[in-house]
């Protein structure tokens, strides 16, 4: 067993990489899913709707809520589902979440870690962090959604950006980079952070290329992937941005975000239902705050930027705890699918274990936080943002990805070197156990907290006002 853990050993990307494979592709073959609900099923209908009449077209997509790559990208599952597999739909998207969750948690994401920090990943810290992707998000791979993909695009670019030693790698790695955006919007918070960590941190390897090949290989990367948006975006909606123009009207509001910050002052948490035992898709926890904050509004909304940001300097604690409150609901996983099946029996071992998890990364953080330089924060900066953002909308734990696998990241390849001190240093043990059991504690009133706030549901099966019955709006 010692001899096959050395061989092992030899190859951790190979072998993390085959180890979440199959870890996931038995699950998700094994589970009891079988169709596409709500936003999933949206996203292989826009990219099915790509070729109409047999003709295929990117002009096709006419929906300003979602950018062109994530239905292209699905697009060839479509043809082989309506030409060689057909009725095998569910098959053909596991078997694309198997693959995004491999790649995303045994080989990129600790290939980023590798490459930010230059400390080599072992194999044990590898496998426990496919371990912990997979108990706390394992049901999001039955389903076609944006979320993983987006973060395996924008880790997957960083990676080939800061590793390039050639003007072709870098326009592939700006290709890659800036095809995150086009999945999930809110990543161009995340673009610039890692492009001056970039910048600024010195070469990978041997002598990358000069200042202006570098920037100019990236520029046409990001050129290549942008112009298809471009040419959408003027061709259906009379637009020159090259951004997803995530526009919807509700209202007298033609304003995605805006939108969102206003459900975001009254629900503190979503989630979606498919089960049978509560009578509505939308899972809703409501908060108190909309009907304090907006009484003095006759309209009962706020209908410019302007006038949340004159609600939060009026209101600055009220707002402070509804931020609190969303920030914790967003890191509070109690389930591993975004779709539930029963809504009243959320797995409380799966939050101690989570909540002890966020605990020993923050441990590893206050450790791990004086030795950070300059480039080091940006590229904290580039995870922590995308989140961030998320915060006074209305709340899903998959908006925080970034910041959960920050956590597992910190606690599997940054944690050895924390439990050495600890071993050295046996005293420490007593206050960390202490604060560990204090940490819990608060974070299980909190969550039982927002649980007792669960909207009586009327039912129904129509949509919170919003246009897809299931969910809000999501956010790109």
């Not at 072998?15 to 592709?25: N, R």
């Not at 109409?52 to 990208?73: A, D, H, K, M, V």
């Not at 290329?209 to 290989?217: K, T, Y």
């Not at 046996?426 to 206050?431: E, I, K, S, V």
Request: hydrophobic fraction near 50%.
């Amino acid at each position: 067993m010692r001899n096959l853990w050395s061989v092992a050993s030899a190859r951790p990307a190979l072998v993390g990489f085959g180890g979440a494979l199959l870890l996931f592709g038995v699950y998700l073959f094994s589970s009891p899913y079988y169709a596409l609900p709500f936003d999933s099923r949206s996203y292989w209908e826009f990219a099915r709707d790509l070729e109409r009449n047999g003709s295929f077209s990117i002009f096709n997509l006419t929906t300003p809520l979602r950018g062109y790559l994530y239905p292209l990208l699905n697009y060839p599952l479509t043809v082989l589902e309506r030409t060689l597999l057909p009725g095998q739909q569910l098959a053909l998207v596991k078997a694309e979440g198997a693959l995004v969750a491999a790649l995303l948690f045994g080989l990129v994401a600790p290939r980023f870690w590798q490459t930010a920090t230059g400390q080599p990943v072992p194999l044990g810290g590898r496998l426990a962090f496919v371990g912990l992707g997979f108990l706390f998000w394992r049901g999001h791979f039955n389903f076609l959604l944006s979320d993983f993909p987006a973060l395996l695009f924008l880790l997957s670019g960083a990676v080939l950006v800061v590793r390039a030693q050639s003007g072709a790698r870098l326009l592939l790695g700006g290709a890659v980079l800036v095809g995150a955006i086009y999945i999930r919007p809110v990543y161009v918070l995340a673009l610039p952070c890692i492009l001056l960590w970039w910048h600024l941190r010195p070469a990978w390897g041997h002598a990358r290329p000069s200042c202006w090949v570098r920037w100019g290989a990236l520029a046409i990367g990001a050129t290549l992937v942008a112009t298809p948006q471009l040419l959408i975006n003027q061709y259906n909606f009379k637009s020159n941005s090259p951004f997803v123009l995530s526009r919807n009207t509700k209202g007298s509001q033609d304003n995605l975000y805006l939108w969102h910050l206003n459900q975001g002052l009254g629900i503190q948490k979503f989630e979606t239902n498919i089960g049978s035992a509560y009578p509505k898709p939308q899972v809703i926890y409501t908060d108190a705050t909309a009907k304090v904050l907006l009484a003095a509004h006759p309209s009962g909304h706020l209908t410019t930027l302007r006038a949340y940001a004159a609600l939060v300097v009026a209101h600055p604690l009220e707002m402070l705890g509804l931020f609190g409150r969303h920030l914790f609901n967003g890191l509070d996983v109690l389930y591993a699918s975004p779709y539930l099946v029963r809504v009243y029996a959320p797995a409380k071992w799966l939050a101690l274990l989570h909540y002890a998890v966020f605990y020993g990364a923050l441990v590893v953080a206050v450790r791990r936080a004086p030795r950070l330089r300059l480039p080091d924060w940006l590229l904290v900066a580039a995870l922590v943002l995308p989140a961030l953002a998320a915060v006074p909308l209305v709340v899903e734990c998959r908006f925080f990805i970034p910041l959960h696998l920050l956590a597992y990241a910190l606690v599997c390849f940054g944690g050895p070197d924390i439990w050495l001190w600890c071993r050295q240093r046996p005293a420490a043990w007593l206050p960390l156990l202490a604060g560990l059991g204090g940490f819990v504690l608060v974070c299980f009133t909190l969550s039982a907290t927002t649980r007792a706030a669960l909207e009586v549901p009327v039912p129904t099966r129509t949509s919170l006002d919003g246009p897809a019955v299931g969910s809000p709006v999501a956010l790109p």
